[in-house]
């Protein structure tokens, strides 16, 4: 049997995750809330599983680009290990930077900096759009020479270090502080203070934006999130929201000029009255009153589920057949659409509910064939609440929110 051992990434970083709480929780630092983290360990484990399932592709990729448009064909050696790592941290530099300054990239980017917290847990806001677009900026490596197995090992060593990153808990650090990507520097890129703006993209290496002019060193107590915050837990309306602002403002724009200028300009030409239009047009709205205990020990457990059974699913992933993989995605999808829907406390949750039973009763149908007793148990429930949907779900509701 074949295992993926990327798989034991997920337990190391809920390790770490768990320990800077702890540390957090010692040093009398309120620098977690529970709904935020929860939104952003939802969208890591939608990033962890597309890029999953996506991987394939990317590395499909970069060697047909490199047997094919490769200008050298390099082989592994230790010079050629430094000279990648070099490329590598450099391109993401400008991929960074451009990904602040082009709306069209800053709809993908976005999701990274919407949390008001700074914690081991917003290293987890990537999204795939992001890795597509990442893929093609370093799509720049292979054409170059290096071949595909170079490029994702160091890819995933690449990437690793971004994680320790994102955190209160530790301090500057000395003269590391001259050449790395510290803590203290990050925490001011992901700072919406008018000083910080726009600083420090580097991921591994300091020196492209003292180079470039785009370092800031930390001075004044950072304030995360954006400038105009998200007020949302929902993880569909976390990854598509200025999408639909910057399609709202193109739409406003009069001439062809305008609108390219709007798609390709900076996120400062976007009218904060267009998430209100947006948030208008779609209902979102966050829920103010607190969520009862035993709702948030609901949310809390889908969300230790899927961690434990996303760890399982990469583990195995090589003996999975499409279907199963297909089952599992819907299943993890919805699953994360319910926890936000929860946290918000919205009426259509039994939908989303609904579903997620239809997609179990799928899986059991089809690996549960030879038993009839079991597929027939299984349709007539299904049958049932379609035929008193309403009934259900007024049911349902009462019970989950305590409705009279």
């Known amino acids: ?12 970083f809920v390790v ?3 320990l800077e709480y702890f540390v957090a929780k010692q040093k009398k630092l309120k620098l977690f809330d529970l709904h935020r983290s929860i939104a952003n360990v939802s969208i890591g484990i939608l990033e962890r599983l597309t890029d999953v399932l996506a991987a394939a592709v990317f590395y499909g990729v970069y060697d047909y680009l490199q047997k094919t448009y490769g200008f050298f064909h390099i082989k592994p050696t230790i010079a050629m290990w430094i000279l990648l790592f070099l490329g590598t941290d450099f391109i993401w530099y400008w991929y960074h930077r451009l990904a602040h300054e082009m709306n069209v990239l800053w709809a993908v980017h976005v999701v990274h900096h919407q949390s008001e917290d700074f914690n081991y847990t917003v290293s987890a806001r990537i999204t795939l759009l992001q890795a597509i677009v990442r893929t093609a900026f370093w799509s720049v490596l292979p054409i ?3 071949p595909a197995e170079m490029i994702v090992v160091m890819l995933l060593i690449h990437g690793l270090y971004p994680f320790f990153v994102h955190t209160q808990v530790i301090g500057k650090l000395g003269f590391l502080e001259y050449f790395l990507v ?8 992901h700072a919406c203070n008018d000083e910080y703006l726009d600083k420090n993209y580097g991921d591994v290496l300091i020196i492209w934006d003292k180079l470039f002019g785009t370092f800031k060193k930390e001075d004044e107590k950072p304030v995360y999130g954006l400038t105009h915050q998200l ?6 309306w976390q990854h598509f929201h200025f999408f639909i602002e910057l399609w709202i403002m ?6 062809l000029k305008g609108k390219i200028r709007m798609i390709f300009g900076s996120p400062n030409l ?19 009153e607190p969520m009862q205990q035993r709702l948030n020990n609901y949310v809390v457990w889908q969300v230790i589920f899927m961690l434990v059974t996303l760890f399982f699913f990469i583990l195995f992933e090589f003996e999975l057949g499409a279907m199963e993989k297909f089952l599992f995605t819907a299943f993890t999808v919805l699953t994360l659409i319910n926890c936000g829907a929860i946290m918000e406390q919205k009426k259509w949750v039994f939908a989303v509910e609904f579903l997620r039973m239809l997609v179990v009763g799928s899986a059991l149908y089809i690996y549960n064939a030879d038993y009839h007793i079991v597929t027939f148990f299984i349709c007539a429930v299904l049958a049932l609440m379609a035929l008193f949907y309403r009934t259900v779900e007024e049911r349902y509701l009462s019970v989950v929110y305590q409705e009279q």
Not at 1 to 12: C, E, G, Q, R, S
Not at 250 to 255: D, G, I, S, W
Not at 273 to 288: D, Q, S, T, V, W
């Open 144 to 146: 170059l020479g290096f």
């Open 16 to 18: 770490f995750m768990l």
């Open 250 to 255: 193109v739409k406003q724009e009069k001439t």
């Open 270 to 288: 976007i009218d904060p009255a267009a998430r209100e239009k947006a948030e208008r047009i779609f209902g979102i709205k966050l829920h103010e």
């Open 231 to 236: 007020k949302t837990y929902s993880i569909m």
């Open 182 to 189: 510290t803590p203290s520097h990050h925490r001011v890129h």
């Open 1 to 12: 049997m074949k295992y993926n051992i990327l798989a034991f990434a997920i337990p190391l």
